[in-house]
């Protein structure tokens, strides 16, 4: 089945400081991939998507771009801000009749000021 | 405003009891889910449903019930089998039900459902 390793938390990043986070994914065929955020005490919401191998994703500051030759999809942002302290979670979907997403579990950043 | 209502938002129960969740999305979606959240562990699907009347399930089901009546509505019962209930619940429904009706994957959630067993 489908599975997910994203780069363990927690991350504490000061203000204006560079983000990455990793996410490497197996999958079956060619998976549309997703990050999603979780702010405290909400559900989640989409953050970007790619659907395609080289196809980038961007949103918010945000960028992820889909490598098909890494199976890789990892998040990042320039710039960070406290309000941006939140869980992120890596989500690809494959193909077949009973499609699902397969979370990450979740990479916790806490952004200071 | 469309969107998925999850209620209770806090929710306590005594050992032994069985208790349901409300799920209520009015985005005319096909597909509705429910996830389960503890601490460290991610999200962890429990059951899922493509259309009215048929539900399937997820990677922990044990010791869950659903139903799927309405389109609109997809309660989950937390039953006294459950072994260890406390967690955070979450909705979720999706536009698409499989890759071949063009599906994107994309879900759309609720604000979830503290349960705690006392």
């Known amino acids: 089945g489908d599975s997910v390793t994203q780069m363990e938390g927690p991350v504490t990043l000061s203000e204006e400081a560079f983000l990455t986070i990793n996410c490497t994914y197996t999958?079956?065929?060619?998976?549309?991939l997703f990050w999603y955020v979780q702010y405290p005490g909400e559900g989640l919401q989409l953050l970007l998507k790619?659907?395609?191998?080289?196809d980038k994703g961007s949103n918010k500051g945000f960028e992820a771009t889909y490598r098909k030759e890494t199976t890789s999809f990892h998040l990042e942002k320039g710039s960070v801000q406290v309000s941006d302290s939140a869980v992120y979670f890596c989500?690809?979907?494959?193909?077949?009749?009973?499609?699902?997403?397969?979370f990450g579990k979740g990479t916790l950043l806490t952004v200071n000021p | 405003d469309g969107g998925i209502t999850q209620s209770p938002k806090y929710l306590f129960r005594k050992e032994g009891q069985n208790v349901t969740l409300s799920c209520e999305q009015n985005?005319?979606?096909?597909?509705m889910y429910w996830y389960r959240q503890d601490p460290g562990q991610g999200l962890r699907l429990i059951y899922y449903?493509?259309?009215?009347?048929?539900?399937q399930k997820g990677d922990i089901a044990e010791g869950y019930s659903v139903s799927r009546e309405k389109k609109e509505s997809f309660p989950l019962t937390v039953t006294s089998a459950q072994k260890n209930p406390t967690a955070f619940y979450l909705c979720?429904?999706?536009?698409?039900?499989?890759?071949?009706?063009?599906?994107?994957?994309?879900?759309?959630f609720g604000e979830g459902s503290r349960l705690t067993v006392l």
């Open positions: 979720a429904s999706s536009a698409d039900r499989t890759p071949a009706f063009g599906a994107t994957g994309e879900l759309f």
């Open positions: 999958a079956t065929g060619y998976p549309s």
């Open positions: 790619a659907t395609k191998a080289d």
């Open positions: 989500a690809p979907v494959s193909g077949g009749s009973n499609y699902k997403l397969t």
């Open positions: 985005l005319n979606h096909d597909a």
């Open positions: 449903s493509q259309i009215v009347n048929d539900f």
